[in-house]
């Protein structure tokens, strides 16, 4: 059975800190990896997808990476701010799923001033 | 810049009624999907559209549970009956293909919150 998991559950920074949350996953063989953000009681945004074939992908502050032999995937943020505050979560499409995504539990960011 | 829209945003019903919710996915996107999400937890897949045929529904409850995507194109998820347990945010997401083989980012909307009374 295919398990996502995202250490830590929550996670309280100072504004200005670099962090990186953690996505492990169960089995490598997956398409893609995809980092989302929620807001409370919002839907989800997504944030960035790395290709099976990449090693990670970069949009602003933000950095993903993709390691399959480890089944592991990080997102770090730089220079943290309070608008970042929300629940990331990673996802991944397993082989004989029809592009369906499992989902970790996430982490809940919050970067106070 | 193209979204996935979903009606309405919050229902509050009570046990044993009926609920819909709709969506809208981006123009042009083949697959649908519909994620469940209770709280403190992941989406999870519900049922899934590849056009207007269903390729994945085996985490639907059946029994109270139905999903439709008639012309391929909108579609409605269905309660009936309400039970306390659906309470959670159902959410619609939407990509350019799910065949396997051919993987796509999905873009989400912004749910529909459901609590059950």
């Known amino acids: 059975k295919q398990e996502v998991t995202q250490i830590p559950a929550a996670l309280s920074v100072p504004e200005g800190e670099n962090l990186v949350l953690n996505c492990s996953f169960t089995?490598?063989?997956?398409?893609?990896l995809q980092w989302f953000r929620q807001d409370p009681g919002k839907g989800l945004t997504s944030l960035l997808l790395?290709?099976?074939?990449?090693r990670e992908q970069t949009s602003g502050r933000l950095n993903a990476s993709l390691d399959k032999s480890s089944g592991r995937s990080t997102l770090y943020i730089a220079a943290s701010q309070p608008g970042d505050s929300a629940t990331y979560l990673c996802?991944?499409?397993?082989?004989?799923?029809?592009?369906?995504?499992?989902f970790g539990a996430g982490t809940r960011l919050a970067v106070h001033p | 810049e193209a979204e996935v829209a979903q009606s309405p945003r919050y229902k509050i019903t009570e046990k044993s009624q009926a609920v819909a919710f709709w969506c809208d996915p981006i123009?042009?996107?083949?697959?649908l999907y519909w994620y469940r999400q209770i709280l403190g937890q992941g989406p999870e897949l519900l049922v899934q559209?590849?056009?207007?045929?269903?390729?994945?529904d085996s985490q639907l409850p059946k029994d109270r549970f139905s999903a439709e995507r008639l012309k391929g194109v909108d579609s409605t998820l269905k309660i009936q009956p309400a039970e306390l347990g659906d309470s959670a945010m159902y959410l619609c997401?939407?990509?350019?293909?799910?065949?396997?083989?051919?993987?796509?980012?999905?873009?989400f909307g912004p749910g529909t919150r459901l609590t059950v009374l």
């Open positions: 997401a939407s990509s350019p293909s799910g065949r396997e083989g051919r993987y796509n980012e999905q873009f």
């Open positions: 089995d490598s063989a997956i398409y893609n």
């Open positions: 790395i290709q099976s074939s990449q």
């Open positions: 996802a991944a499409p397993f082989s004989g799923g029809y592009n369906k995504l499992i």
């Open positions: 123009s042009g996107h083949a697959t």
């Open positions: 559209f590849q056009d207007e045929s269903v390729v994945d």
